[in-house]
């Protein structure tokens, strides 16, 4: 075990699948010889050459879609995405083609393939580098979407999703790369050193893509939250003393249903945590499968604590950020029926 | 809406919107279409640097003069035997096009494409490539796989979505997809198949492989992203490809001019992205043949990737949903100045004394009898079905294959299917 930040976990699930599998390959934006703006893929060039990790052209239509021949001859693509903001050029290579490639021959060809992608807000990116548009995502047939939380579950994801043998897509936290940001902006930031999750084992493990985890057991309240908003979710209820069951879903599709269903069953609330808008947001399914199955051991409407649907401001940032005080909210008008 | 400013002695903006010299009722007119004479294209080496071929993108690459004659340095030399191979492949696309137009018309399908015209520049590239090269058609190049001999049966039980169908009814009429016979999966999304193509390339070049990839694209759809990125990262990472583009003239009802065909050469894209660049007579056999084995040589010795413009002429509508009447003078296709593919390679072998019409006379018979007996053991197989819930797949594969396993939703919605068509029954 080693104690290892959200970068380096990840920076490690490449290493040791690329040791493993000739295979897999890293592509991207300054992924190379740089390692990646976020340093990501870095010494990777040089230890299994450039072949196999390199930069590309700014074009994440050309990524992706060269991405998906490297996958289709029979290659593990590994593909950055330098800001998930920048995911939409390749929108219709991921939906039209990448999701539906196994369908579409009758299973004659299938794409190991994961796109990775630094998401979220919480950095003062502005517009252009805090969205997370995960949603536009698992509403489409035949992509999987996978949000870490901490260093474990991202390289244990990140490997699982490299071994997938279906078109992947990892949203990494940007917030959290480097500590497990709890929303409190006006307090230090600690770093990952001192939290349990950041022991990483140095070599090969999987995290099983589909699998939520329940991050604190409760009984007052089941809080489903996934990437930066598990930390926020956390220090919220620890602050307002809330007996609350957090679920980290880790994946978004498929969803984790059982784990969901149980918990609700128990608590009898729930409220659906996300940063990304509100309307037409991931949170908005959770409520309607929450309500479809949990109907008769609900006491109150499902509650949801998102962004706000305008574009993410830059100055402004604190002020949109689904915090503390949006999510303990919504969660004691949860707890109030 | 004007501005209050003054602005003396400027010209008043306007949008050029091109249009084509001739609209339903106008003569036909190709005058504009400059004809080199065949033969007088040189040929580069096949190890010259991508500048050495920047001249040939405003030519024309033909091998086949108006006697039938094979002329000039682009010659393929091919056999008697092959040249036989390559005419016929061409019959049997052109034959198989028709009973499918009509099976289209009789109400056995929803939809279906001729490559009538451009025969050649699938059957005749496909006879220059490797078996094991790996090919990304649009599609119109169902003559690729004729050439490499997939059944005939199976294209047609693909057309008919029927029980036999490769696809498991799907994918629209014609968009085949054989891994075996190195034909990437069709897509309707036009023009994505170019950077992937590009990606398979790098990737058989990552693992130190042989095998080269091809990529079609339309003239049309050159003006999408995904073609300047393709030949972005094909010229980038000098990947072992081929990237024709279909130069037939018309997307739909838009002329090439509405895609920039105007400005200059398609081929001339070439220069810009500094790769290879070739403009080649799409309805000469002969000089496809040569230039896609130019192309296919080059990048087998790493030396990169080669753009080439087939120049040809959809003579056919669009698909069996247009009606080209509507938007260019009738019989447009038969007054293309650079003639019929299957014709010119048909008077090409009576030259060589290779032909005569006994012989064609006994092809005709025996493709249209191969083609026909095709058709019937499709239709064994049924034909699309639409106005029934006697489907012909086993309806539960509508959930297989979205992914390798199948979530808890999906099995969930696949037996609200099954209660539904249950309940339908009753």
Redesign the interface.
């Known amino acids: 075990m080693t104690v290892m930040n959200m970068i380096q976990a990840i920076n490690s699930a490449h290493d040791v699948m690329m040791a493993r599998d000739d295979t897999v ?1 890293a592509m991207g934006e300054d992924v190379g010889f740089f390692g990646g703006v976020f340093r990501a893929t870095e010494h990777l060039q040089k230890k299994y050459g450039s ?2 990790c390199f930069d ?2 700014i ?1 994440e ?2 990524i ?12 593990k693509p590994v593909a950055e995405i330098q800001f998930a903001d920048y995911i939409y ?1 390749a929108f ?2 991921l939906v ?2 990448a999701a539906r ?10 794409l190991s393939l994961t796109v990775r992608s630094p998401y979220g807000g919480g950095i003062f990116g502005g517009q252009t580098h805090s969205q997370s548009p995960e949603s536009l995502f698992a509403h489409v ?2 992509l ?1 979407t996978v949000i870490p939380s901490n260093p474990y579950d991202a390289k244990g994801l990140l490997i699982a999703a490299i071994e997938d ?2 078109p992947v897509l990892f949203f990494e936290p940007k917030r959290i790369y480097n500590g497990p940001f709890d929303g409190f902006f006006d307090r230090p930031v600690t770093p990952w050193a001192k939290h349990p999750k950041a022991e990483v084992p140095e070599g090969h493990y999987t995290v099983p893509l ?1 699998k939520a985890a329940v991050v604190r057991e409760g009984e007052a309240v089941t809080v489903i939250a996934y990437g930066t908003m598990v930390h926020v979710v956390l220090a919220t209820i620890e602050a307002e003393g809330i007996d609350a069951e957090v679920i980290d879903l880790r994946t978004i ?3 984790d ?1 059982d784990t969901i269903e149980e918990s609700v069953k128990k608590t009898g609330r729930c409220v659906v945590v996300h940063e990304a808008t509100r309307t037409g947001g991931f949170g908005g399914e959770l409520s309607a499968l929450v309500q479809e199955r949990c109907f008769y051991h609900l006491e109150a409407p499902v509650e949801r604590a998102t962004g706000f649907d305008t574009p993410y401001p830059h100055s402004l940032e604190w002020a949109y950020f689904p915090g503390p005080i949006r999510i303990g909210t919504a969660i004691k008008k949860a707890l109030e029926v | 809406m004007t501005s209050d400013i003054e602005r003396p002695n400027r010209p008043a903006l306007s949008l050029h919107v091109p249009e084509p010299n001739a609209r339903p009722g106008d003569e036909i007119d190709f005058s504009h279409i400059v004809i080199p004479a065949a033969g007088s294209v040189r040929k580069p080496d096949v190890s010259a640097s991508p500048a050495e071929t920047h001249e040939l993108v405003y030519s024309l690459v033909r091998v086949l003069d108006d006697d039938g004659n094979a002329v000039g340095m682009w010659d393929p030399r091919l056999d008697p035997d092959q040249l036989r191979r390559i005419y016929r492949d061409m019959v049997v696309v052109r034959i198989f096009d028709d009973r499918m137009y009509r099976a289209q018309r009789q109400g056995k399908t929803s939809f279906y494409m001729k490559s009538t015209g451009e025969e050649a520049v699938a059957v005749a590239a496909a006879h220059a490539l490797d078996r094991e090269d ?1 090919t ?1 058609p649009t599609y119109r190049q169902q003559g690729i796989l004729v050439a490499r001999g997939y059944p005939l049966r199976d294209m047609m039980c693909q057309v008919y979505s029927n029980r036999a169908d ?3 009814g ?2 629209l009429p014609i ?1 085949y ?3 075996d016979y190195g034909f ?2 069709i ?1 309707g ?1 036009l023009a ?1 198949q ?14 130190g492989d042989s095998r080269i ?1 091809s990529a079609y694209i339309g003239d049309g759809s050159t003006a999408e ?2 073609f ?3 030949v ?2 094909a010229g ?1 990472y000098r990947a072992p490809v081929i990237l024709n583009i279909v130069n037939n003239q018309w997307a739909i009802s838009s002329f090439s001019g509405i895609a920039g065909g105007d400005l200059t050469t398609f081929a001339a894209r070439a220069v810009g992205y500094g790769i290879a660049g070739l403009r080649v007579d799409g309805n000469d056999p002969l000089a496809v043949f040569a230039a896609t084995r130019w192309a296919a040589d080059r990048a087998r010795l790493n030396l990169g990737p080669t753009l080439i413009e087939m120049f040809t002429y959809r003579v056919e509508g669009h698909s069996t949903s247009d009606d080209p009447s509507a938007y260019r003078p009738k019989n447009a296709g038969a007054a293309w100045p650079l003639g019929d593919p299957i014709a010119r390679l048909k008077q090409h072998l009576v030259v060589l004394g290779e032909w005569d019409d006994a012989r064609e006379a006994d092809l005709l018979e025996t493709v249209e009898a191969e083609v026909r007996a095709a058709q019937r053991e499709a239709e064994k197989q049924g034909t699309l079905v639409t106005s029934s819930i006697e489907f012909p797949q086993d309806v539960t594969t509508m959930f ?5 396993q199948m ?3 999906l099995r969930e919605q696949q037996a609200q299917m099954v209660a539904e068509l249950e309940a339908k029954r009753k």
């Open positions: 390959i072949n196999r590309t052209p074009s239509n050309g992706i879609g060269t991405a998906i021949g490297m996958a289709a001859y029979g290659l050029p219709d290579q039209s083609e490639m196994r369908y579409r021959t009758a299973g004659e060809w299938n047939a035949g999987k043998p279906d589909g599709l498929p969803i249903m | 790996m990304f490769p696809l498991k799907r994918q968009m997809s054989s891994r990437f999966t897509s999304n994505t170019y950077p992937q193509a590009v990606g398979w390339a790098m990737a058989s070049a990552i693992r990839a992203g995904d300047h990125a393709a972005t990262f980038v297989e294959d979205v992914f390798e979530p808890w939703h």
